[in-house]
């Protein structure tokens, strides 16, 4: 069975502060996705990777950026966060069309 | 610009029947369908998948169906069970790696 983690289920943050969200999945898959997931908007493509130290912006990438230096680890980066960013984030991976998500993190800013 | 629309935000069916989820789409790019299902707290898990192909795809319980013409698909769940509550996503993608998902129907099986 694929495994995707995230390092947190819930994390909560003050606003300006530096935010790191950890995903490792454990299939060797090639590509690895953030989303935030928020009521009425369903989920929403932050950033997505498809090989080590590749990445590509989704549709909504500003104030976010991300890591891939192994294969199985992807980290979305919040640089100074704000309010608007308290949401709930998921990372997926995938080989071919199917994707495999993590548990998710819910992540709060005050 | 919504390019995956799921018009009803929720939806009450009886143990035992029909439950259908639908699904309207506006890039007729799109090559590929999935449906997820997440419950609360967790993230959503693949449920079926169909190419733009095919017309009609079953696993089990579930079908989903394309119809290319109208740019709709939908997901039947037959029969309807109580553990089948849960939000249920579309999802489709051009061949690429970026997928747009729906926003969302919240399936709600009364016992």
């Known amino acids: 069975d694929v495994k995707v983690t995230q390092s947190s289920r819930y994390l909560v943050k003050r606003t300006g502060e530096k935010v790191f969200l950890e995903c490792v999945q454990d299939?060797?898959?090639?590509?690895m996705f953030w989303y935030r997931q928020d009521p009425g908007l369903g989920l929403r493509l932050i950033y997505f990777?498809?090989?080590?130290?590749?990445?590509e912006k989704g549709d909504i990438p500003e104030g976010y950026s991300v890591s891939r230096e192994k294969k199985e680890r992807f980290s979305l980066i919040l640089e100074s966060a704000s309010t608007n960013q308290t949401s709930m984030y998921l990372c997926?991976?995938?080989?071919?069309?199917?994707?495999?998500f993590g548990p998710g993190t819910r992540l709060t800013v005050l | 610009d919504q390019q995956v629309k799921q018009n009803s935000p929720s939806l009450s069916v009886q143990e035992g029947r029909i439950s259908i989820l639908n699904c309207d789409y506006t890039n007729s790019m799109f090559d590929y369908f999935l449906w997820y299902k997440k419950y609360p707290a967790e993230g959503p898990t693949f449920l079926i998948s169909i190419s733009s192909i095919k017309d009609k795809n079953e696993d089990g319980r579930f079908t989903v169906f394309l119809n290319k013409s109208a740019k709709h698909l939908s997901l039947h769940i037959v029969p309807s069970q109580p553990g089948d509550s849960a939000v249920y996503f579309c999802a489709a993608t051009s061949g690429t790696y970026k997928y747009i998902f729906g926003t969302g129907t919240r399936l709600k099986v009364l016992a």
């Open positions: 990777s498809y090989d080590v130290k590749m990445k």
């Open positions: 997926a991976s995938s080989l071919f069309q199917e994707q495999f």
């Open positions: 299939m060797d898959h090639e590509n």
